[in-house]
């Protein structure tokens, strides 16, 4: 049985950025790796985490772990977004543009892996400002937590969802 063998997880494991760090000690340089991980279930939950380890394996379960505790549930309209929104972060931002059936993702590499993991399967993303993934990734979670569906605009405005959607 090989070493490093997973059982099959039920939720969508994405690897967005590998990073091999050193430090230099008075033997030598030490070597360690971070992974950026994301994990999502496809159907509107998905959470992102960063773990860290002398190898890459255990980097990888660790950045799971860690993704794993902070999923978060976000609204969706079909296999798309319910409107437009920017997400920041740090120095990262995203825009994030609803697209319909059929588009796809048209995202770079650390939103795609965000959108696939949580199901959403027609957007338009464009990072604006900072590329670096850990920041791309936050800003695109952002954005993300602060969609809100008809239903949740109507109940805080007090009017029928029928209103609001005219």
Avoid: W
């Avoid at 059929?102 to 590329?131: F, H, Q, W, Y």
């Amino acid at each position: 049985m090989p070493r490093f063998e997973r059982e099959q997880s039920e939720f969508i494991e994405k690897v967005v950025h590998l990073n091999r760090v050193s430090k230099t000690v008075k033997g030598g340089r030490v070597m360690k790796f971070s992974a950026l991980m994301v994990v999502g279930d496809g159907k509107g939950k998905v959470g992102y985490g960063l773990g860290k380890a002398a190898e890459v394996p255990e980097a990888i379960r660790k950045g799971i772990e860690d993704a794993k505790k902070n999923m978060v549930t976000i609204t969706t309209s079909g296999t798309t977004i319910p409107h437009e929104i920017i997400g920041e972060f740090s120095a990262g931002r995203v825009m994030m543009k609803p697209a319909a059936p059929g588009t796809g993702i048209i995202a770079g590499g650390p939103v795609r892996a965000v959108m696939e993991a949580a199901g959403i399967k027609d957007i338009r993303a464009k990072c604006l400002r900072s590329n670096n993934p850990a920041n791309v990734v936050a800003a695109t979670f952002e954005g993300l937590k602060a969609l809100r569906g008809p239903e949740e605009v109507a109940k805080t405005r007090g009017k029928t969802v029928e209103e609001i959607l005219g």
